[in-house]
């Protein structure tokens, strides 16, 4: 329980924050019952009922007789004490009306709504008439995991046979049917599961995180390791040193790094699936995790940067991998920065930060210089894996002609992978031919009709696009501008002009664009 926790009796004037744009909270009276701070509650708004959360107590300034009673209090977990701070003050940092916060932490659909049911499975006691191999696998499955209960499709999946042999078991008493719950809790993890033998490096940084953790308070710790470092082993230690404080962890990613194969990773380390909340969750699944989170039977949350705004229960760690990507800035409807606003979200809660990257962002690495942060570095990559030998090449130094682009000694280098039989990639961050074409008389360059960026020659397709707005014309043969013909010439590399290059380099290899 809260220690601002606040009980109101029946009748008692209580201030509602509901989810509608109306930049204040609205004076109600507490429904029968009473009802405490932080409760999810159905009011009457005009002819409607909309959803809000109790407040506080009324501010007084509306006559008491003309207050309508709260309708009900909802089957939810309380907003805590924390939550409701964290949302008034990511509110009055970004400049976003309260209801829009109530909003973004309201993200599941149904929270009004009864507990929806659905049909299980498990172990009767009947023996049925007639006994087939597919009948019997079903048994063996249930004998195997005695307490345990099963949807249809999870049973038929794991005896390998149809709905209507289970339907069959069911008629026959040898399998009971029940209603149970779709909101059910998440499987624990285990945090006592084996991880992955650590290097040195990656022991020194986990054991110093793990450190924090269990102090439960707040603190901030820029991890940075190069690519393959192995940041991932060293923060999911940390979450196992979370759970066995017995608190909850949320791990931030990019929604691209949301893959089937991070999640198969996690459950290897833990022995189960963590909760995942991310845009391509269904909406059942999301007022689960909403759930099951508020009730703390969700330790461990991968998610999006909404995620950062479920009510978690206790929650002893956020780590932010990538921390410096740019999806983590949310930019329509309430403007924030997931990075940020996790910092203040762990502050709040005494919980500690972890902020993973190769790359930190100048941010992130200015609070580290100057000590708002403790930095830990990985300066390895794991394993037998070693970085790849990088050298700059100063093309002021090189002499080239003015029509070639690749440097002897990046030429002596493909040189010696073709006579291995390796292969070899060059990278240009340029499509078509050039980037800008110039008048050799006049000296203009042609730009688009409909915006101010210069359009880029195609030569295969024998065009000028625009890579702006996506206008496209034919190559001309004259200037527009002072239109004298045959001396517009390409100025700059392409992916299309370094492909002609490498064809005249090395005539006999094989190479795709």
Known sequence: MDTHDTFFPAGHAVAVLTTQPLGRTLDYRAPEGGCHSGAFVEVPLGPRRVLGVVWGPAAGDYDPDKLRHVYRVLDAAPMREEMREFLTRVAAYTLTPMPAMLRLATRAPGLGDPPSMRKVYRLGDSIPDRMTDARRRVLAVLEEHEASSFTQRELAEMAGVTASVIKGLAAQGAVVEEDSPRDQPFARLDPALPGKVLSPDQEAAARAISEAVATQRYGTTLLRGVTGSGKTEVYLEAVAAALRAGRQALVLLPEIALTEQFLTRVEERFGAKPAEWHSGATMTERRRIWRMVGQGQAQLVIGARSALFLPFRDLGLIVVDEEHDTSYKQEDGVLYNARDMAVLRASICGAQVVLASATPSLESWTNAETGKYRRLELTSRFGAAVLPRMEAVDMRGEG????????????????????????????????????????????HQIGCDHCDARMVEHRFLARLICHQCGESKPMPEACPSCEVAGKLAPVGPGVERLGEEATALWPGARWQR
Do not use: H, K
């Not at 040189?415 to 980037?435: C, H, K, T, V, W």
């Open 400 to 443: 080239l002609p003015a029509n070639r682009w690749i440097s002897d000694p990046l030429r002596r280098a493909v040189d010696e992978r073709l006579e291995r039989g390796e292969q070899s990639m060059l990278f240009i961050n340029r499509r078509g031919y050039a980037p800008v074409t110039l008048c050799r008389a006049c000296g």
